[in-house]
């Protein structure tokens, strides 16, 4: 059994226990608490840890459930149970206005964004009469099944616990499928998640949606749980400390949410006691504490507590259980000698600097074609103006018929096209199977709730049935279950062609995919094209390997200082002049 469902079971089995056994009181209320700040801390996993987006304003998203319902209960007369989806409904409209705006940036404007959203909300709760101020609302009612009091103690701490892990496990459904693998690429590989068919913004946003939604829920639990609210629990303060747990614990990691919020929240009770009876004076010295325990954190263990758990009890390989299952949809292929690609006197200028000057070239089905040229003749950028990786200043690129100039690389996927690159773009920490089953993402359906109600079974079979077939075609069945990180440079490479032949492309894009290869690697390489073309395969090839090309290739395009020099069959190439003075100089 994997660690994360081992995890899930034995947490579910213990939580009625320790209801059951005659624990204090005290301790109820702290893993109420616990359980309280976990379920905030499993939406930065998924933001932060998984995405690679950085939030401090999750303390927010936190207010806006717990305000809702308190001020609904007291003026209104609401049941809070109905008030907990009107507090959903009005975070998920605030998390999705904030999120268009700020998800677009990068780099350190996100984390200040988010700054400047939690200090927004904390000033404006505590500046709205309404809202009591920074005095905040008193006097709300417990939670409640007819005249059952479910609010307080081991029964507030059942229903706490319950849904932490009822959220666990939805989470941990969904990074294990189709959107899942989309997301877990947003943190390092986005510009090959695009050339997957996959937009990683739209994805961005419901992660934290996600996350928002997950916080809410923690407010509105918080709020009826200690029948008051005010801004001080919703600050810059609380929305660092909820980041701090997290990491801690374990920001890539599911459970690392619970075991840091556990973890700070009893250590800050115990040094808010423990230090001043030790320095024999008042003050808040476990905030100097935590800052430098999460500096050691961050360089010792920047993977938090739980990555040594990871560690030392590995996951077992993925159950196969895909045998009977159908297949994926195919789309409809060229015949023979039909036209698949055809390029128009595309152009690509950077200021005044001409790149790509009016190239013209195509790819009729079942055709291996070359483009070749000294360095920094243009290849790449060609290459990449075809994919829709760059935009281009003008010019026209017709795939199958369709005019393809205008669109984005995860429309131009869509159409049929796949794609490797010239530095190879995976996610080191899932298996071969899971990187290659991405490519099979424009063949699913599944959508982000589906996937965490585990209702997509079916698909997910299908995906990977595809997946292991695609390894089993160039030869590496064997890697099924390897960690994508461990594999060797030609196999990363063979991987990456298995990972854009899952999408059951018409055309196969190929950037330089000898590089780094030893001579034994590139024979399987070759061995691989010649297979894909005896199978109907239209390729287009970026390489410096003049051997593979002239070997592998029908028809050669050779280009010069971002220019075309020529095209033609590799022997009418070879017998270039034109050719061997652009590789080896004009003799004076």
């Not at 305000?67 to 003026?75: I, K, P, V």
């Not at 599944?446 to 997910?460: A, Q």
């Not at 299908?462 to 064997?478: P, T």
Request: charge should be positive; hydrophobic fraction near 50%; include cysteine.
């Amino acid at each position: 059994m994997k660690i994360k469902n081992l995890a899930l079971v034995l947490l579910a089995i213990a939580i009625p226990v320790l209801a059951l056994l005659p624990l204090p009181d005290f301790w109820i209320v702290q893993l109420n608490y616990i359980g309280l700040y976990a379920l905030v801390c499993l939406g930065l996993v998924l933001l932060t840890g998984v995405a690679g987006l950085t939030s401090f304003g999750q303390a927010a998203f936190v207010g806006i459930g717990a305000y809702t319902t308190a001020w609904l209960t007291l003026n209104t007369g609401m049941s809070p149970w109905l008030t907990l989806f009107v507090g959903l409904a009005i975070t998920a409209a605030s998390a999705l206005i904030v999120g268009a705006i700020t998800l677009r940036m990068s780099g350190h404007y996100l984390p200040l964004a988010t700054i400047a959203w939690g200090l927004s909300l904390y000033y404006l709760m505590g500046n709205l009469a309404p809202l009591g101020k920074y005095d905040g609302l008193q006097g709300l009612k417990s939670l409640s099944v007819g005249s059952l009091d479910i609010g307080q103690g081991r029964l507030f701490f059942v229903l706490t616990w319950a849904i932490l892990l009822a959220g666990a496990a939805a989470l941990l459904n969904l990074l294990d499928s189709r959107p899942g693998r989309a997301i877990r690429s947003l943190k390092g590989a986005s510009q090959m998640a695009e050339a997957m068919g996959i937009n990683t913004f739209r994805y961005k946003v419901s992660i934290f949606l996600i996350a928002a939604l997950l916080a809410s829920i923690g407010g509105w639990l918080l709020a009826h749980f200690q029948l008051t609210v005010n801004p001080s629990a919703f600050g810059l303060k609380m929305g660092i400390e909820y980041l701090f747990m997290t990491v801690v614990g374990g920001v890539g990691y599911v459970w690392g949410a619970i075991v840091g919020a556990g973890l700070i929240k009893l250590l800050d009770d115990y040094l808010q006691v423990a230090l001043p009876a030790l320095i024999g004076t008042s003050g808040s010295y476990e905030v100097i504490v935590f800052g430098v325990a999460i500096v050691l954190v961050l360089k010792y263990l920047p993977d938090g507590l739980w990555s040594l758990v990871a560690r030392y009890l590995p996951d077992a390989p993925r159950k196969v259980d895909w045998q009977n299952a159908g297949n994926l949809p195919s789309r409809s292929k060229p015949a023979r000698g039909e036209s698949v690609l055809k390029v128009e006197k595309i152009r690509k200028q950077f200021g005044g600097l001409i790149a790509v000057n009016d190239i013209s070239f195509q790819i009729d089905a079942g055709q291996i074609v070359g483009l070749i040229g000294p360095n920094g003749a243009g290849k790449s950028t060609t290459f990449n103006l075809i994919t829709g990786t760059l935009s281009k200043t003008r010019g026209h690129v017709l795939f199958r018929g369709q005019d393809i100039s205008t669109l984005p690389a995860r429309g131009i996927a869509r159409q049929g096209m796949a794609r490797t690159f010239q530095h190879v773009k995976m996610i080191p920490d899932m298996t071969v199977l899971e990187n290659v089953a991405m490519g099979a993402y424009t063949r699913g359906h599944s959508g982000v709730i589906g996937s965490m109600l585990r209702i997509n079974k079916s698909e997910e079979q299908r995906m990977m049935k595809e997946a292991q077939r695609q390894l089993e075609r160039i030869g590496m069945g064997e890697h099924l279950h390897e960690q994508a990180g461990n594999l060797a440079m030609g196999p990363q490479r063979l991987m990456e062609i298995a990972r854009a032949l899952c999408s059951d492309p018409a055309l196969l894009l190929l950037d330089e995919p000898a590089a780094g290869l030893r001579h034994k690697e590139k024979q399987d390489l070759i061995a691989v094209l010649r297979q894909l073309q005896s199978e109907g395969m239209s390729i287009l090839l970026v390489e410096h390997d003049m051997d593979l090309v002239m070997d592998v290739c029908d028809h050669l395009v050779v280009m010069e200082f971002g220019t075309l020099l020529t095209q033609g069959t590799p022997e009418e190439i070879q017998a270039s002049p034109a050719v061997r003075a652009a590789y080896l100089g004009t003799e004076h």
